[in-house]
Structures are given as structure tokens and as C-alpha cells.
């Protein structure tokens, strides 16, 4: 029955789709265990949702026209809801459909494909297509030819906004300048720099997951990947999602080459910047180069020069934020306020005591030292009610 498709016959490129298609094709108890089988290893029992699914992440030619912005020809939709027709009486069908008293089931139910994935291609800024429907942050993966792909990351961390307290200012900068992005205008880069521990890169990521449903995506490069960054952002330049190009943990020695390849694309040539990204990279540096005093000494001839070199980067941020550690309160309302996230109840009197003793063993109050102690406390208080 594949042969009839066009515009969504990607579709049975798919295992549980195609063991479907053979069981409809020649029904077999064998080829309905396969089907069943397959459903389950994708970790649902649900059969049309999987299928929606598949056909809302599918990228085709539908799909790439709507995205630029142009108007799908009449024909081809006149093709997907003949397609979409057929797809949805496959969705609905039932075990009894085909063999009754089978042991192996799964869930089917009505619904409207048609309905569904047109909703879905309006808002496509939105929603995206083929994995960036799917998932919401990426890794960039690297081949031996020195081609990348992108990896989804499947279990992304899920911090939101609401997690995370304290550095309002910090936070309402960062995320102004998201939505900037997220209105179809050109948005700055943006350094966050500072203390270790003080929450630079759970911003970006809760920021990520915030706005996630607003058709926004976060791809995370590595230091060295930083060569691969004009060719990434041509490759998302036609993508009609909004891109968060996340560099955790930035510093340079001062004859890095992956200076250059930053600074290039800083510099806002009209050839690598692009509308729908940005850059947010964290570092602990505030001018990103790590500086001796051998090297500010120097014996150049042009040394004021060479110097200014060294802290250019960092000044084609647009905007750079800055998270020192956290004062006694706000570290103690970290604290505080952890404590009700994770429900670890302790007189406040003895937790503050914990806390600090804990910093002191840390090296300094931070935020990530508060998160440390609180997933402790929590461990120990889950451990002795299982006692």
C-alpha cells in the first residue's frame, strides 16, 4: 500500500510503521507479534499516537516549502489529505482488527490527521520538522571527514526558570534579549561570565526549556567544534526555528585557533550572521583569554596592541552578564528554597549551619554548592524512610 504515498512515503521507512504495513498487507499472528513487538521497544502501546507522531516530525517537501515562507501548491495538499485520509483509518485500527484474543495489544483511538498536521504547517516556526519537532536541544557530533550532524539529546536536563532563584537581574537581561529573538529581530550575543557555581549555564538551559514551546532550540557546541560554526549556521539559516548556539565553560590560551574562528563570527558579517541565532556562552573569564604576566610583559614592539587583542572578544558580546557568588542571604535563600524543591524538611536555624559548614568545604558559597548539599540532604532524608 506504500506505493500510493508521495508526499508522506518516508514514513515507512520506519520499523513499527513498516512491520504495520506487512501485517495489513498479509495478516500473520507471526507479523503481528513483530508489529506489537516493535511498538513496545519504542516504549509506548500506543499506536496512534505513535503514528501522529511520525507523521508530525516527518520533514518533506510540504514541510522545506513552508518553512521558507511560501506557499504550498494546491496539488501537493491535495495529495496529503488523500494520504492523510488513509493514514488515519491506519491509526484507529484495533487487535480485534485483525486477530481476536491475541495476549500482545495496543491502544488505538479516532482522530483527525488532516486537521492535525495542517494546524501544525501553519505554525511551523513554531513547532519545527524532523528531529527539531521531536527535541528541543542538540549536540553537535562530528564525523571523520570533518562533516557534523546533530545529535538530539534525548534526556536533556529539564530545569526551568522557576527552579532557579535568585540573579533576577541576571535572568531578566538574558531573557529580554531571548524574546528579542524569539520576535523575529536581530538579537545580541550575550557572555555570561563569573564565579564558578553561581548558575550561568542552568540559565541558558532553563531559558531553553522555558521558551521551548515558542519554537526555540538550544544546539551546544564544544571549544574545538568552534571551526564548524559558519557552516551550522548556514545549515539553520532557512530553518524557520529560533537557535541558541550554547558554549559552555569558554576560555582561550592566547594562540588558540579556535580564537579566530569565534571572533570571526562575532565580528556580524553578513555572511555568517543569521537572524534566528544567537550566541550565549558562559566562561569564568571575563575576557576569555587566559593572561600571564610573562605574556603582558612581553618584549613585542606593539604590546598595548597585542593586549587589546587578547580582551577583543569579549567586547563583541553585545551584551555581557556578570554572576559573582552569591552574598550570605542569597545563598541562604538558595538554600531555602532547594530545601522546598526537593522537600527536605530541617529547622532553618540547622540547615543555615549545614550550609555554611558545606561552603567551607566547597570553597565558597555558591549556587551549585546549595544544589550539592540540598540532593545530599535529600538522599539521606529518602534513605532513612526506607530504613
Not at 304 to 321: A, H, W
Request: overall charge negative; some cysteine.
Amino acid at each position: 500500500m506504500n506505493h500510493q504515498f508521495v508526499i508522506f512515503r518516508d514514513l515507512f521507512e520506519d520499523e513499527v510503521i513498516q512491520r504495520f504495513y506487512k501485517l495489513i498487507k498479509h495478516p500473520s499472528e507471526t507479523r503481528y507479534a513483530k508489529f506489537v513487538s516493535a511498538l513496545y521497544q519504542q516504549d509506548t502501546t500506543d499506536w496512534t499516537q505513535y503514528l501522529t507522531d511520525c507523521i508530525l516530525s516527518l520533514e518533506n517537501c510540504m514541510t522545506r516549502i513552508a518553512s521558507l515562507g511560501k506557499d504550498v501548491p494546491e496539488l501537493m495538499i491535495q495529495s496529503a489529505k488523500h494520504e492523510l485520509s488513509i493514514l488515519s483509518s491506519y491509526a484507529k485500527m484495533k487487535p480485534d482488527d485483525f486477530f481476536e484474543g491475541m495476549h500482545a495489544l495496543w491502544q488505538s483511538h479516532e482522530v483527525d490527521l488532516e486537521t492535525i498536521y495542517f494546524e501544525r504547517l501553519s505554525h511551523i516556526d513554531q513547532y519545527g520538522f524532523g528531529d527539531f519537532a521531536r527535541y528541543t536541544m542538540f549536540q553537535i557530533q562530528e564525523s571523520t571527514d570533518h562533516d557534523f550532524c546533530l545529535e538530539p539529546v534525548k534526556y536533556p536536563d529539564p530545569i526551568r526558570l522557576s527552579d532557579l532563584i535568585g540573579y533576577d537581574l541576571q535572568k531578566q537581561k538574558i531573557i529580554a534579549n531571548t524574546e528579542v529573538l524569539l520576535n523575529d529581530h536581530l538579537a545580541s550575543n550575550v557572555l555570561l561570565y563569573g564565579d564558578a557555581g553561581t548558575g550561568k549555564s542552568a540559565t541558558v538551559k532553563a531559558i531553553a526549556n522555558e521558551y521551548s514551546n515558542k519554537g526555540l532550540r538550544l544546539i551546544e557546541l564544544g571549544k574545538k567544534q568552534l571551526y564548524l560554526l559558519p557552516r551550522l549556521l548556514d545549515l539553520l539559516s532557512s530553518n524557520p526555528l529560533k537557535f541558541i548556539l550554547f558554549i559552555d565553560d569558554l576560555s582561550f590560551q592566547d594562540n588558540d585557533d579556535e580564537f579566530s574562528a569565534l571572533k570571526a563570527v562575532l565580528e556580524g558579517s553578513v555572511s555568517v550572521r543569521c537572524h534566528n541565532t544567537v550566541i550565549y556562552a558562559t566562561s569564568n573569564r571575563r575576557h576569555l583569554v587566559k593572561e600571564t604576566f610573562q605574556a603582558r610583559e612581553g618584549d613585542e614592539i606593539h604590546r598595548q596592541d597585542t593586549m587589546q587583542e587578547t580582551i577583543s572578544l569579549s567586547e563583541r558580546f553585545g551584551i555581557k552578564v556578570y554572576f559573582e557568588k552569591p552574598k550570605k542571604d542569597l545563598y541562604l535563600d538558595i538554600v531555602y528554597g532547594l530545601a522546598k524543591q526537593y522537600n527536605v524538611k530541617m529547622d532553618e536555624k540547622e540547615l543555615a549551619l549545614k550550609a555554611e559548614q558545606f561552603a567551607l568545604r566547597k570553597s565558597g558559597r555558591s549556587a551549585r554548592a546549595a544544589r550539592q548539599l540540598i540532593e545530599q540532604l535529600a538522599a539521606l532524608s529518602k534513605e532513612d524512610e526506607n530504613a
